[in-house]
């Protein structure tokens, strides 16, 4: 079975950057399809911009700041601004989606339709995501996420049919949505302090960590910080950070040629021999068969044990 475990470059903090289709529009818009002999997952992250996925066969797994949800054909979701999420595909069951991701500068064609509309839409304390489906109002998106694609990438107005679409899903939350309830505020604290510690560990992965230095990066005592990594990755940070260097260590497998004992070091594990035992038990074979095989014919093994709901 073949493994897509998407990277991500990110900005000074560690934001996501998107790679647009084109660096001159910033939006990203593409169909993608995964057999279920593959496996396929985007694990936690989050940007500026908007993001809408829409499944158009089988199923997607989601999370958003901490929920999980199951996307099934037909059905799909609106990630708003800067919100936590991860995605992947179930085991066994093919997938298939259409993903738009859109900066949001795009909706403030003046100050005040920023203020007027864009603004309490995206606030920290607005939504953090909308089921969209076959049912209600959300069917007008979908709808207009589907025509878009059918265009051809180089029709003469495809950018404005996108635009077209975009500022159309907008104006159907903002009518659907009740804004009157929004108060302005700051980010909720726990939020934060649980990117600040999500960010020091994916940034000092290589070390030996403890759990009191990952509490101490949000300024939190060890308690708080297990109860947010439960709550936004369903894992201990412990799991998490094991979990995290298994990735890495993948990377290392395909696009180097270090030693499996170069690599264990690499990747914060103290021997060889613990890395081995450790990528045996989260992947399913040992590292060298791993690259020997190019990533084929592995069990799925949820590549990620925290991804997986419970």
Known sequence: MQEYVFKLNKRPDDSQVIEYNNPLF????????????????????????????????GVLNFRVNGENFLLKKGEGVFVNSRRIHSNWTKKDEDCEFICMIMHPSYFCASPYVEQKYIAPLLSNSSFDYIILNQNDWTKEILEGISSVFDEKPNTASFELKILESAYKCMRLIYENYDTSEIIPQTAPIHLNTFKQMLNYL????????????????????????????KKYV???????????????????LRNTDLSITDIAYKCGFTSGSHFTKTFGEIIGCTPNKYRNLGCNELGYAGHLAYLKQK
């Not at 997952?41 to 499944?55: L, P």
């Not at 994916?202 to 947010?228: F, P, R, W």
């Open 234 to 252: 369903n894992a201990t940070p412990g799991d998490y950070l094991i979990t995290y260097r298994i990735v890495k260590s993948t990377d290392m």
């Open 26 to 57: 910033y939006c990203y818009f593409d169909k993608h399809r995964y057999p279920k002999e593959n496996a396929y997952r985007v694990g936690e992250h989050w940007h500026e911009d908007i993001e809408i996925m829409y499944v158009t066969d």
């Open 202 to 229: 994916q940034n000092h992965y290589m070390e030996k960590l403890s759990l009191d230095e990952i509490a101490k990066a949000g300024n939190v005592g060890k308690t708080l910080c297990a109860k947010l990594f």
